[in-house]
């Protein structure tokens, strides 16, 4: 079977909150497409709405107006739930590790929610913290690691169930500049491994420059560079 | 094991720390009340159990009475052996009597025993301190423990024993001539009441004291084991007894004293359960607490792909868990001090020097304890439904929570 020719198409995403008795229009009408295994970067200012528009692609949250599709099925929220488990990974700027549970435990519970935990997946899951660089740090708890290495982690939990698509939401915004820098080319080169198609949210053009495209979001739309 | 129900274990008891400490503060709790429900239902189920015990040692399960005397004991004693479920059946006859020791009077309750009959129905010998049962004539007496000690007499002493019959005979100026009589033996059953004042006799003696010929009060009936008091009472009345003769079971006999004490029981219950119910609060306190605190965690489950099910779930199963740890450890709690009741009662009266007070007061030598499955089962049951509730406001709050909503907390 071949690919589906894209792993995401959002077609016309609107949103907008309420302040006090003013609408804020923080999407009018954002289109985007992402083919297997594209990595793409979006840039904009504080509050432009970037974290809005990777929390409607993810289907965490419901748009005003507008399609999403993953690999070509149509998704609302209430769809998405099911599917996101196998679908698609996340990052974020705060990590979200489990404070009570060891990396290993962390990098493994996509799976357990989505199914269970067999030898297969203990094997995998080693295989990842391994390509982190944190094949020793396994039996460690959050506490104990360092903002980079547990980025790393979260980093492994999210490709933990082989998804096709990981969006990160300005992963290095916690990081000083050299951390930041590792955790990035540890990112890109992953998902270039793995074929999975990447939207990575950065203010870091050095960073952005590194994916095969940029895109800005402004005034609630998305301009290329 | 699904993914709350693990999550929940290891919040509850986090990886590589040793000690849990808000989880064993929660359970603490829970087990504080359930090892106090258990212990005072015990304790109150024992004060039932050892009277009713104590009646049915002395008095059979069932008793025969009769508005009239009973002429023909022997004949209806035979007839009710006959019916099924019936082991034996001895007739006594009562009264109370007056006894005098070197000038000292007492007024105990009388109780006269067909000496061959007896033995098959009641185990009075069992309660023998002094002397013997079988030294008991028609012209002796066993004393209970107290009134003996009050009148100064013990196992050899002479007492006179005078009866209502007598006082009738004084009045139409008959002479009459006090029984005079030997104690063979000195019974203490361990209930203060019964001890205080009770008198054995042979049923011939009390029948010559009390004028009845040969006729007797009632019948004492000792069930088969396995054969309810109850439905034997019903069997027995149901067998065609004479005319005026009914049975009852000892429960009958002491309806109203086992209602109160029922009542009490059940009050004492309901009101130690608040002590489960505030210690559920706490736990659903310190699990609405943790969801605020988890706020972004439960946010990250959402974006894993998690349920709001599954995610209440986990703060369900907390809340079940920790009722269910605390009611095992309110339960071992429990049956130690239980096992432990008399030394820590004996402790607290000697450090307020109330020893003697106390046992008065409870009327038993030893405290009690009976502990009922059914009371433990429901225990149990309440402390995990409890729980239950106490995990679910906590649990409705995560559900709630929109991961979008958790991760703009930041
Ligand atoms: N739930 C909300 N209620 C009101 N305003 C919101 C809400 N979520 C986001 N916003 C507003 O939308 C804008 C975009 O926010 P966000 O997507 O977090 O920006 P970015 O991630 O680009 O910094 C901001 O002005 C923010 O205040
Ligand atoms: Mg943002």
Known sequence: ?225 | MPWYFYLALKQLFPSGRRFPFFTAISVLGVALGVGLLVVVTSVMGGFGYEIRRMIVETEGEVQIKSRALIADADRLVEQIERVPGVDAATPYASGVVMIVHEGRPAYPAMRGLDLTTVGRVVNLSHYIRLGSMDDLDDDSVVLSSELAQSLGVTVGGRIEVYSPLMIEKLRSDEIFLAREVRVVGILEIGHQQLDSSMLYCTVRLAQDLYGLGSSVHGINVRAKSGVGEDELAARLNASGLPRGVQAFSWMDSFEEFLWVLNLEKGMIFFLLLFIVIVAAFSVMSSLLISVVRKTREIGLLGALGARARGVAACFCVQGVLIGFFGTAAGLILGFVALALRNDIVLTIARFTQREEALRRFYQFSNLPAHTAPGDIILIIGLTLVISLFAGLIPAWRAARLKPVEAFRNE
């Open chain 1, 1 to 225: 079977m071949s690919e589906p020719s894209l792993v995401l198409q959002a077609t016309g995403l609107h949103k907008s909150y309420r302040s006090g008795d003013r609408q804020i229009e923080v999407l009018a009408g954002v289109d985007l497409t992402v083919g297997p295994g594209e990595s793409v970067a979006i840039r904009g200012e504080s509050g432009a709405g970037k974290s809005t528009l990777l929390n409607l692609l993810a289907g965490l949250d419901t748009a005003d107006a507008g399609r999403l599709e993953w690999n070509g099925v149509g998704v609302t929220p209430s769809s998405a739930t099911g599917l996101r488990n196998r679908f698609l990974g996340m990052v974020f700027q705060s990590f979200y590790l489990i404070p009570e549970l060891t990396a290993r435990d962390n990098v493994l519970m996509p799976r357990r929610i989505g199914g269970r935990i067999d030898a297969a997946a203990r094997q995998r899951a080693e295989q990842l913290l391994s390509n982190v660089g944190l094949s020793d740090r396994g039996h460690h708890l959050p506490t104990q690691l360092s903002g980079g290495e547990r980025q790393r982690v979260a980093l492994a939990r999210a490709l933990m169930n082989q998804p096709p698509l990981l969006l990160a939401d300005e992963p290095t915004g916690n990081l000083d500049e050299r951390t930041g820098d590792s955790v990035i080319e540890l990112l890109l080169g992953l998902c270039a491994d793995t074929r999975t198609s990447l939207i990575l949210v950065t203010h870091n053009p050095a960073h952005a420059a590194k994916t095969q495209r940029v895109l800005t979001l402004h005034a609630g739309k998305l301009h290329h560079g």
